[in-house]
């Protein structure tokens, strides 16, 4: 790729994000403009899903936590703030994460959505100028379109990234903390999954102990302050995410997953569901695999959150904000190692991909998986060098 030169790189990045700064000042005036309800594109509210976030937040604050797994009281809740219906969608989150966004009612709306986005924002910053230590880094991860997802359906993808990666830039030096920090991904649990079977391959028993740790303290701190009952609310709500997508109500051509590919291509729920179980099996025996062998530690970390994004069924294109770690673990070695061929087109496809899959997606082109799938393949070839096959006999 001669024509992505680093002069371009300094260029290119920049553009993007002063395209993305005058669509957050549009969309703020916007919200302003469309008076108390702060609604923008299509009606949803100006942050898109940290609605949902400040909403149970002021409910808890109020007393009315019980009533954040009911989706009536919920949703009207949503309606009297907002003044729209726009964003039909209850909550689904466990009860960990309603207490980590507990504090975003404290501050009126548009200041907390300014807070949460900038406290996250910077830790999925700081973490990616960590993995990929060079003075680009920053504008490329600002000019991501998967961050541009992120950022403006005021979504958690930042701190799941924070969380996925810092945690895994610590392991080495720090195997207490760093796995402390992979075990907070638990608020979101089809992340945790794969995170015990990568610690487990890599004999990193301390840390998979501090993983077990934080996630147990997490769940049992927010079984202290809410009590039993919104647990075992939460427990039935458990089906609601496939309820919501047979009445669509979530859209299936949002999802960038093996599963979400199969429906938009015409495949009833049950084979889709069949096919994701594959996957998973398959990028479970993958993840085992690169870890149990020791490749670089810069080729299994971007394994692990690759294989996240394909486990799990239900991901969105605010949850490609993730990809970012792998796309800068992956970089960062053909910088420092030598590229294969095919590796640097590969990457800058992907980093495209999370700006063309969502419109590509309503021609019932799903791409999103497709690109995950074929960055696993760089993952393979470095995996399978003689230091890596050596190390491990």
Not at 100 to 128: E, F, H, K, N
Not at 145 to 172: C, V
Not at 325 to 331: F, K, Y
């Amino acid at each position: 790729m001669k024509w992505l030169t680093e002069q371009r790189l300094l260029i290119y990045p920049r553009i993007f994000v002063v395209l993305y700064v005058l669509l957050g000042v549009f969309f703020l005036f916007s919200a302003y403009l469309s008076g108390p309800g702060l609604t923008i594109y299509k009606g949803k509210p100006l942050g898109f899903d940290f609605a949902h976030y400040w909403v149970a937040s002021s409910m808890t604050l109020v007393g009315d936590s019980a009533t954040v797994y009911n989706v009536p009281e919920f949703l009207k809740a949503l309606e009297v703030r907002f003044h729209t219906t726009a964003s039909p969608i209850p909550w689904l989150y466990p009860p960990t994460f309603l207490l980590m966004v507990l504090p975003l009612a404290l501050l009126p709306y548009v200041p907390s959505l300014g807070v949460w986005l900038g406290v996250t924002l910077w830790g999925y910053l700081a973490v990616l100028r960590r993995v990929a230590p060079n003075p680009n880094t920053i504008w490329l991860a600002l000019a991501f379109p998967g961050t541009y997802q992120n950022f403006f359906s005021g979504q958690n993808g930042f701190l799941s990234g924070a969380f996925l990666g810092g945690g895994l830039l610590l392991l080495e030096r720090h195997p207490w903390v760093g796995g402390g920090l992979l075990g907070l991904v638990s608020y979101k649990p089809h992340l945790m999954v794969l995170v015990p079977v990568a610690l487990v391959a890599g004999r990193r028993w301390q840390a998979l102990l501090a993983a077990l740790v934080a996630a147990g303290s997490l769940a049992l701190a927010s079984l202290l302050v809410f009590g039993p009952g919104l647990w075992w609310a939460f427990v039935k709500n458990l089906s609601l995410p496939a309820r919501l997508l047979a009445d669509g109500q979530l859209p299936v051509h949002k999802l960038v997953t093996i599963f979400g590919a199969a429906l938009q291509l015409g495949a009833p729920v049950s084979v889709a569901l069949v096919i994701q179980g594959i996957v998973m099996i398959g990028v479970v025996c993958l993840v085992f695999w690169v870890w149990r062998w020791e490749a670089p530690f810069a080729v299994q970390a971007a394994a692990l959150i690759l294989g996240i994004l394909l486990f799990t069924p239900y991901a969105f294109p605010y949850d490609l904000a993730l990809l970012a770690l792998p796309l800068a673990w992956l970089g960062w070695e053909g910088y420092s190692t030598g590229w294969r061929p095919g590796e640097q087109v590969l990457l800058f496809v992907a980093w495209v991909m999370p700006l063309l899959a969502p419109k590509l997606a309503e021609f019932h082109l799903p791409v999103a998986p497709l690109v995950l799938l074929a960055l696993l393949m760089p993952v393979i070839n470095r995996t399978m060098t003689p230091t890596a096959i050596s190390k491990s006999c």
